[in-house]
């Protein structure tokens, strides 16, 4: 069974401060993306990486992709109210086009 | 990337009773998807409905449990068949952009209640 692990699966931080949330597997994807979901909505896409080693930047956003093709990183600079909510990895299996979803971690950014 | 809206948004049922959620797209997609997130949990996927075909079910998934239709390239529906407690849960659809690199885009979801 192929597993997305996240960590951490909660993190509580205060306005500006800075954070990096991991999601690791044994397993190789074609490509990973990340979501973050609000309460009541779906996931909302972020960005995909597709490139081991790939490093993406999204404003106060920067999203790395492991050169194996097996973890990834989200790393979230200054961090705002406005940023808080679940945060979803979720890694397209090789040769198929399914995704699995990581174990999530809960953002609460306090002002 | 693609507009997704699902029907009902929300909805509380007695155990034993079927509910049927509703999946529209604003342009036309080969691939849907059908997922599950129970309170505070990571999605996790139901099945794949392809137009055109029977949809292919995940292990731990079923199709008299869960029915699925998709008549066009722009719709599809999931039942929740006699449904316990134990199926509260977001349903989800989603579809899949296969001209950008396979990347998906969620519904609002259905919170379902069942008491």
């Known amino acids: 069974t192929q597993l997305l692990e996240q960590s951490p699966q909660f993190l509580s931080i205060q306005e500006g401060e800075n954070l990096t949330v991991y999601c690791n597997s044994s397993s190789v994807f074609s490509s990973l993306q990340w979501y973050r979901q609000e309460p009541g909505e779906g996931p909302v896409l972020l960005v995909t990486?597709?490139?081991?080693?790939e490093v993406k930047k999204l404003k106060r956003l920067t999203f790395q992709f492991g050169d194996a093709r097996k973890d990834s990183s989200l790393h979230i600079t200054a961090a705002q109210p406005g940023d808080t909510g679940l945060y979803l990895c979720a890694g397209l299996i090789s040769g198929t086009y399914k995704y699995i979803f990581g174990t999530g971690t809960r953002l609460k950014v306090l002002a | 990337s693609a507009v997704i809206s699902q029907k009902p948004s929300r909805d509380i049922c007695q155990r034993g009773t079927s509910l049927t959620i509703q999946c529209q797209v604003d342009?036309?997609?080969?691939?849907m998807f059908w997922y599950r997130q129970q309170p505070g949990q990571s999605l996790t996927l139901i099945a794949t409905?392809?137009?055109?075909?029977?949809?292919?079910?995940e292990s731990g998934f079923v199709i008299d449990k869960f029915p699925i239709s998709r008549p066009n390239l722009t719709f599809s529906t999931l039942t929740v068949s006699n449904m316990s407690p134990e199926d509260s849960s977001i349903y989800l659809c989603?579809?899949?952009?296969?001209?950008?690199?396979?990347?998906?885009?969620f519904g609002p979801g259905t919170r379902l209640t069942v008491t």
């Open positions: 409905a392809n137009q055109g075909s029977e949809a292919t079910y």
């Open positions: 989603s579809v899949e952009a296969q001209d950008r690199g396979y990347e998906q885009y």
């Open positions: 990486v597709v490139t081991g080693g």
């Open positions: 342009s036309q997609v080969t691939m």
